[in-house]
């Protein structure tokens, strides 16, 4: 009596779960996904034109990097401190936004994109070109057998949400630590070189406002006496 009774318990444990990852999923909105047949990357550009990548973060912290033409490095982060940025951070996002692929694609009404984490997605990549163009990047929530993750690119420019699928290595890109975006420094680094490299006209433009602000000591001692 007692194994019949805990194999009707584990049966209707059973019954339970497969119901409740039944709606759950059923839940979601509907996904027709199309493949594309572009050969192109992900985003139309080449990394050597990228001047500058911002990522936001939905806990408020954000990233800002800026390309350099320096011995150094090539790749400067501006915040949220200032420091050399890890070449090979940098590198392995650009490939991700460049490389190759056919992500799939569907499309969801606006009231619909909370259920892949797009209305306040956890990370927010932006791209400045030389060509003073911007791409944004929003990063939502991984599927449900967590090796992709839902995406929107560039969703200002579509009247009609369209959603990525693409693949989690995003997710790992943007979520690195701190110390993991900093180049480590070699021992003959010359910080004031690089920072003169940066911004090579801040210096004497401080000089010169100094020098308007501030009238010659030795004349206005000379007339008071």
Known sequence: MQKTTLFLVLVALGLGGYVYFYELKANLPQEETVETDSEEGLLPFEASQVEAITIKKEAGETLKFIRL?????????KRPEGFPAKESAIAFLLDLLIQDSNPKTFTVEWDEIEAYGLK??????????????????????????????YAQINPLDNPQPT???????????????????????????????????????????????????????????????
């Open 69 to 77: 033409e320096t011995v150094e490095s090539s790749w400067r982060m």
């Open 120 to 149: 306040t997605p956890f990370s927010t990549i932006e791209i400045e070109l030389n060509n003073n163009t911007t791409h944004r990047i929003l990063l939502g929530n991984p599927t449900f057998d967590q090796e992709q993750i």
């Open 163 to 225: 959603i990525y699928i693409l693949p989690i290595d995003f997710q790992y890109a943007v979520e690195r630590p701190l110390s993991q975006w900093k180049q480590p420094l070699p021992p003959d680094f010359n910080s004031e070189q690089t920072e003169s490299n940066e911004s090579p006209s801040s210096d004497s433009e401080e000089t010169e406002t100094e020098s308007n602000e501030s009238p010659p000591s030795d004349s206005s001692t000379e007339e008071e006496e």
